[in-house]
Each structure stands twice: as C-alpha cells, then as structure tokens.
C-alpha cells in the first residue's frame, strides 16, 4: 500500500521553529521529486517547496525563501521541511506528495502530484 504519511506539526509560537517530516512505505522516494503544500482554513492550498528526485535541487515559494529548508534523506525514505522564524500566516495544514513516476525537476504546481499523505497541523501563535 503506498502512504505517505506527515508528522512534526505542532503549537509554537512566532520566531520558533518546526521539523516536519514525511515518510513513504510501499514505494521508494529515490528518484522522485517531493513536494510541500500548506492549506490555510478559507484559502487555497498552496505549495510551499519542493525538491527534485535525481539532484535534489530545491526550489521554495517567495513566502518562505531563506526561512524553510526542504531535505530528503533517501536511505530513510523521508523528506523533512525545516521551518524556521514562523509566523502566524504559516498556520496551515502541511501536506507532502509526490508524482507517480520521474519527472525532471520539480514544481510546486499540486496538479503535478499523485501521492498525498494526510496533512499535519502547523498553528503558529503566541
């Protein structure tokens, strides 16, 4: 069965920091590009970062630029979104996915991805 499945999120207050990771089973990461996603309560989800499958070139979302570090660590078969200065308007729930086959590059246009895992909760808040 292929999941995806996110954890890490959490209750943290503004300048703090979060790890988010995201485990596969059933299938390997190894080649695929992985994408972040955040969808805020009333909005459209957005895509936050990505990372590509053969180089892992990362690419970020001007909302997020210098503050979020997206990984893959591809022995554990995980990606990891590192949050640093959080602000309130990143409380979203955070969704990884990934395309069902190789792709050159990556985007972080939703309509390219086939996986998703559940989401994780990210309020930030003081």
């Known amino acids: 069965q292929l999941q995806l499945v996110e954890s890490g999120g959490g209750l943290v207050q503004p300048g703090g920091s979060l790890r988010l990771s995201c485990a596969a089973s059933?299938?390997?990461?190894?080649?695929?590009?992985i994408g972040w996603f955040r969808q805020a309560p009333g909005k459209e989800r957005e895509g936050v970062s990505c990372i590509s499958g053969s180089d892992s070139i990362p690419f970020y979302a001007d909302s997020v630029k210098g503050r979020f570090t997206i990984s893959r660590d591809n022995a554990k078969n995980t990606a990891y979104l590192q949050m640093n200065s959080l602000e309130p308007e990143d409380t979203a729930l955070y969704y990884c996915a990934v395309p069902y086959k190789y792709k050159l590059g990556c985007t972080i246009l939703s309509g390219e991805y086939d996986y998703w895992g559940q989401g994780t909760q990210v309020t930030v808040s003081s």
């Open positions: 059933g299938f390997t990461l190894d080649y695929l590009a």
